[in-house]
Structure formats: structure tokens, C-alpha cells
């Protein structure tokens, strides 16, 4: 828990000590941002507990709003078109949630044999790690072209 020793209150808002506590890195920031969204997440949905079918489909539709937005830069026309692929399965993820079907899933596929779970969780932080870095080079580029 932060205490106003580390330097919450005063004027300085709950992100801005937290990074600061964490040694204000660009790591660190990025960090934050996550858990600051998943409180959000949290506060909008409830805990949730699906599974592992059900969030694939929930972050290929994640990752689907993502993709759409880069493309608004010429610089990256060329690969406008291996892209629509993957666009187009993303929003295929969110028409099959909108669907209901992740309903089915969550009644019929939540268990995962011991290595498909390894298997799975690692992937996921692969997944993780992967959009913390998109964010960091984000912010970097950001700031460099300020």
C-alpha cells in the first residue's frame, strides 16, 4: 500500500507515485498503466473467470481494435494487406462473443491438461511482454518526436 512517505498526496496522483516507487522506468510506467486498466476492467466487468477459449477470443478482439489503429500511417501501407487477415479474424473473435458462444465455451472447455496449461500461461506472457515493449517503443517514439 502506498503511504503519502512514498509520496501519494501533495498533489501528486496514485500513477505517478507508483511509477515513482517502482523507480520511474519506462518499464515501470508501462506496468502500472496495466494494473491501473485491469482495476478498471475489474470495476466495468467483475472479476471474471472464462475459459481458456473464451479469452482468446476476448484478446483477439483486443488485439483486433489495436491493429486497426496503425494503419492510419503511410509509412505503413505495405503491410496493410497481411494485416487484413488478421483483422479480419479478430473481428471475427468479437462477432462469436457478441454471439453468445463464449457462454458455451466457459460451460464446456475450462479444464487444460497440466501441459497444455504450461504451455498456454507461457504464451501468454509471451503475449504480455510482447505489448508491454509495442508500448514502451510507443512512448519512446512519442516522446523522441515531441
Not at 66 to 91: G, I, N, R, T, W
Not at 107 to 119: K, L, Q, W
Request: proline share 3%.
Amino acid at each position: 500500500m502506498l503511504t503519502p512517505a512514498d509520496g501519494v498526496g501533495g498533489g501528486m496522483d496514485r500513477q505517478t507515485a507508483t511509477v515513482n516507487v517502482l523507480g520511474g522506468n519506462a518499464q515501470a510506467r508501462v506496468i502500472v498503466d496495466v494494473l491501473i486498466e485491469r482495476e478498471r476492467q475489474d470495476a466495468k466487468w467483475g472479476v471474471q473467470r472464462h475459459a481458456p477459449a473464451v479469452w482468446m477470443l476476448i484478446l483477439g478482439e483486443e488485439v483486433g481494435e489495436a491493429a486497426e489503429d496503425p494503419f492510419d500511417d503511410v509509412s505503413v501501407q505495405a503491410v496493410v494487406s497481411p494485416m487484413a487477415d488478421l483483422v479480419k479474424a479478430c473481428q471475427r473473435c468479437r462477432e462469436i462473443l457478441e454471439a453468445g458462444y463464449g457462454r458455451t465455451l466457459d460451460a464446456n472447455g475450462s479444464t487444460m491438461i497440466a501441459p497444455a496449461r504450461v504451455r498456454y500461461r507461457a504464451e501468454l506472457v509471451q503475449v504480455a511482454a510482447v505489448a508491454v515493449a509495442a508500448i514502451e517503443s510507443l512512448d519512446a517514439t512519442e516522446v523522441s518526436h515531441a
